[in-house]
């Protein structure tokens, strides 16, 4: 494929970006007209569909837009870090951790419990805590003295992910209807709670990634000729690692706290940008949560709008519109190769 | 100067390297020979820190290696390891360009120093090809382009060393003597070169001094009549060899 020249491919997904965000806004259950955006801010302008945008859908668009740029940047440090465009955020077990916080909140009946304070449900917190947990595990499992090694780390990612996966299975197993249901709801990946606070739990911890990650763009590069080779370049390489293993498990157990398992984002956007505009990271990695942010934010309008007034789950939309998509892009590089 | 004292590698209780004393000068070519599993690669990481040693010491410009800041070192001491796991498409220009990585010249002259490194290598032609996509051979120079960017210039640092494994494995007859001109163009602006090598013959003819490694210990180390006499063929790879003398350079040529 040819490459496009990066400032000109962020131009343009920056424009789809602006574009979904209009439309994210505007489509729905209940249609709004361009012009209602306009007072979108004044308080004293309060009529239907003014209340729906600032509290329903500004917060859902918000939440779909940072989470998906959060977990398509991670996924591009991944690929770089793990030397495989294969890699997913899920592979340091911040996914399927994820999961057993979440059904354990579940299982034991804080589901509807309100975190004290800071206003984020139970499910979402404990998400969180068991995504870091899983990581930390991964991570101490494939670092001993003479360093981390990303390949013990896949490993120990499989494994951990599926005793993850087998006591999320547990929590299913021994539960009863209704949590069994929510369980399941949380897992395909949802944003129909968003709110204010969580956008703002997102956007603490998405804004600093966004600033931080590019900016090791160049030493992601010199880690992709190997390791040894990367520290003779000047990287210091296990800090880097610690560093960037830290920072995506933070992302995408927040990304992941607040809005379920989102599929495929985090591997099929980073492969796409690669395809488009070749693997330097200075630019895949702001292209990617760019491009990231738009595809989740149309995927999750869709998931709304499709079947309105009922949604879908958003994980649901973006494995099913993503792998027919991956799919073909594969088709398409094999049929280059043979011609 | 890069300098081992008595630099020793234990790694379970099977001692890889013993005692081992070197001295790589500025403006030489020094290349380490001797059969598989000798203790080579081993040195080689020992001595760009790559590992740490067991016991002994790594003197790199006056100062322990390990004392010196990653980026700074980077500066004056490249390194080209054997094989590369690189698998993303990259263009030749923007690996070679990596080597620029430790040094903040500008756009404008790392430019300059690619094309030059790329032309070096007889790689101008890779310029805008994809690194997956190039035969071993072609790969090989590219990454040898790009530890060649990487020190292509003094640097108030100190003196500059190239360290290379094996750096002609992959590469044809001709590539071959390409490879020994720039080491020794480069030894020649007064940088310290070290490298593995196979080929005695090759060695011979291009290197300044010889150190044959033998079952982790330093067998011999000198000048090339020195070090490659028909007893330590013998001794060290077990080979009945007949010593002549190149008719063109006068270095000795090892006759199997």
Not at chain 1, 129 to 156: N, P, Q
Not at chain 2, 225 to 238: D, G, K, P, S
Request: aromatic share 6%; glycine share 10%.
């Amino acid at each position: 494929m040819r490459r496009q020249s990066p400032p000109t491919f962020i131009f343009i997904v920056s424009l789809i970006l602006v574009f979904a965000l209009f439309l994210g806004l505007l489509s729905g259950a209940v249609d709004i007209h361009p012009s209602k955006l306009l007072g979108l801010f004044s308080l004293s302008n309060m009529d239907m569909d003014h209340r729906i945008l600032q509290t329903i859908r500004l917060p859902r668009v918000l939440l779909a837009a940072l989470a998906g740029a959060c977990l398509a940047s991670c996924g591009a440090v991944m690929q770089g870090l793990f030397r495989n465009p294969l890699a997913d955020p899920s592979l340091i077990g911040v996914s399927s951790g994820a999961s057993v916080g979440a059904s354990c909140v579940i299982f034991f009946g804080g589901a509807s419990l309100v975190g004290s304070g800071v206003g984020l449900p139970a499910i979402t917190i404990g998400a969180f805590i068991g995504g870091l947990m899983a990581t930390s595990v991964v991570y101490r499992l494939a670092t001993s003295v003479t360093g981390t090694s990303v390949s013990t780390m896949l490993l120990a990612g499989i494994a951990i992910t599926a005793l993850a996966g087998a006591t999320t299975s547990l929590f299913s197993f021994f539960a009863d209807n209704e949590m069994l249901r929510r369980i399941s709801l949380w897992q395909m990946g949802n944003l129909d709670g968003a709110d204010w606070p969580r956008v703002a739990t997102l956007a603490l911890v998405v804004v600093p990634l966004m600033l931080v990650l590019p900016r090791e763009g160049q030493a992601l590069n010199a880690m992709l000729l190997g390791e040894s080779e990367a520290r003779h370049l000047g990287v210091a390489v296990e800090r880097l690692k610690r560093r960037l293993i830290l920072l995506t498990a933070l992302g995408v157990g927040v990304a992941v706290a607040v809005s379920g398992v989102v599929a495929f984002v985090g591997l099929i956007v980073p492969h796409l940008v690669r395809l488009l505009i070749g693997p330097d990271h200075r630019y895949l990695i702001p292209g990617s949560a760019i491009l990231g942010a738009a595809l989740l934010l149309l995927a999750d309008t869709a998931a709304r709008t499709l079947m309105s007034p009922a949604e879908l789950p958003t994980g649901v939309l973006t494995a099913l519109l993503g792998a027919p998509f991956f799919i073909g892009l594969l088709l398409q590089q094999r049929q280059k190769r043979v011609g | 100067m890069l300098e081992a004292r008595q630099l020793s590698l234990s790694i379970a209780e099977f001692a890889l390297l013993q005692n081992i004393d070197l001295q790589i000068n500025p403006g030489k070519v020094t290349a380490i020979l001797g059969p598989n599993g000798a203790g080579k690669t081993s040195l080689l990481r020992l001595l760009t820190g790559e590992s740490l040693p067991s016991s002994g010491e790594v003197i790199f410009n006056g100062a322990p290696l390990s004392q010196w800041q990653p980026k700074q070192r980077a500066k004056i001491l490249s390194v080209l390891p054997q094989g590369s796991q690189l698998n993303f498409p990259f263009t030749a220009r923007e690996v070679v360009m990596m080597g620029r990585i430790p040094h903040a010249t500008g756009l404008i002259k790392d430019t300059e120093i690619v094309d030059a490194a790329l032309n070096a290598v007889g790689g101008s032609y890779l310029d805008k090809r994809f690194y997956t996509q190039m035969s071993g051979g072609e790969k090989q120079r590219v990454q040898l382009a790009r530890v060649l960017a990487q020190i292509w210039e003094a640097d108030v640092s100190g003196d500059r060393f190239l360290i290379l494994d094996e750096p002609t494995s992959a590469f044809d007859l001709a590539h071959q003597q390409l490879t020994l001109k720039i080491v020794r163009d480069f030894a020649c602006q007064g940088v310290g070169v070290l490298m593995v090598i196979h080929d005695l013959n090759l060695a011979a003819g291009c290197a300044d001094q010889l150190v044959m490694l033998n079952c982790g210990q330093i067998a011999a180390q000198g000048t090339p009549e020195a070090v490659l006499t028909t007893e330590m063929i013998q001794n060290v790879f077990n080979v009945d060899a007949s010593i002549g003398v190149h008719p063109k350079t006068g270095a000795p040529l090892v006759i199997v």
